[in-house]
């Protein structure tokens, strides 16, 4: 039995709240460990602040963010769909780890913390849509 | 994101609770600054109610590294939850910043 959760956002930060609570109330209803709703909450943050920032060449205006997640009992997947300007999260270069405290730079390590923290993720250009999904199980020890 | 603070040895306490993310991040980021300039000694932050961090929480605690040195200051973060150290290890920011199991030890 696979469940879903479906929800048009706002391109607008504030409604990472209303995910996050929808979120939470449907993986306490699957029984999908917190632990993994918790991250997933985390990607969407990373991803939902750079689309709202960076997508748009009209960002006051109002575009619809798609969001889907799926649990299949063994493996949380989500997918992010928007209408912006073609963007690969894959492409972008991974910040700099070994630079010191004044050199390291501040920005670029959103969508390099989502490609760490999920087992996989994938992006394709569908049209006039960037599809990004991701993926993954819970920690072996809450299995 | 609910802010506290308290004076610990000469050192301010900002315990935070809640998320550091996009939204609180910028209530965070103008807090801290206010408290390292105020502090005596520096400031601890007390993330042993912080359920995640993004890397726009990164970021805040980037800029409270790189303020506090330049001004001759302690900046301590202490009681991680295990899953936020994760963070914290996976972009590096383990090596840059002081870390402590708990306010205890950073104060101390």
Known sequence: MTATLQLTLKNDMAEHARLAAALSDWAEAEGIDPGLATTFELAFDEILANITSYAYDDPDAEHAIEVACRWDGATLSAEVVDEGRPFDPLAAPDPDLEAGLEERAVGGLGLFLVRQLMDEVAYRRDGPRNRLSFAKKPAAEDQ | ?108
């Open chain 2, 1 to 108: 994101m609910e802010i506290k603070q308290e004076n610990r040895n000469g050192l301010t306490v900002m315990s935070l609770a809640g998320k550091l993310d996009t939204v609180s991040s910028p209530e965070v980021q103008s807090a801290l600054t206010a408290a390292l300039e105020a502090a005596d000694k520096g400031v601890v932050i007390d993330m042993a109610e912080v359920a995640y961090v993004s890397s726009a929480g990164l970021r805040v605690m980037l800029i409270g590294g790189k303020t506090a040195k330049a001004k001759d200051k302690a900046f301590r973060l202490a009681g991680l939850k295990p899953a936020v150290a994760e963070v914290f290890k996976m972009s590096g920011f383990d090596r840059l910043l002081e870390i402590r199991p708990d306010v205890a030890a950073a104060t101390g």
